[in-house]
């Protein structure tokens, strides 16, 4: 944009702070979630219909839909060693339909 309006810009020293993740699994029983991990999850449907689920260092946000939201990340290589543990957590509160 500046460059638009005959600015020199340049990028230096470019380091990445935050990398946002996301996937998606089949529906999932949120209820059934908390009830097994009441520590590490929290959620109150009539508030907030998305379950905070804390884990790995990071909170996730885990939609009834399966989609999974996290942020915080460094590297890709961090962010998908993250979401493969949560995965193996959530995928049996997970509908098959």
């Not at 600015?7 to 908390?34: H, M, Q, R, T, W």
């Amino acid at each position: 944009m500046l460059r638009k309006h005959d600015y020199k810009a340049e990028l230096s020293n470019f380091k990445v702070n935050n990398i946002c993740g996301a996937i998606s699994l089949n529906p999932i029983d949120l209820v059934s979630l908390k009830e097994t991990y009441p520590a590490i999850a929290s959620y109150e449907r009539e508030l907030f219909p998305v379950m905070k689920f804390k884990y790995d260092t990071k909170i996730y946000t885990i939609h009834h839909t399966g989609k999974i939201f996290s942020t915080g990340f460094k590297t890709i290589e961090q962010m998908n060693n993250s979401f493969e543990k949560l995965i193996s957590i959530v995928q049996p509160f997970s509908n098959n339909l």
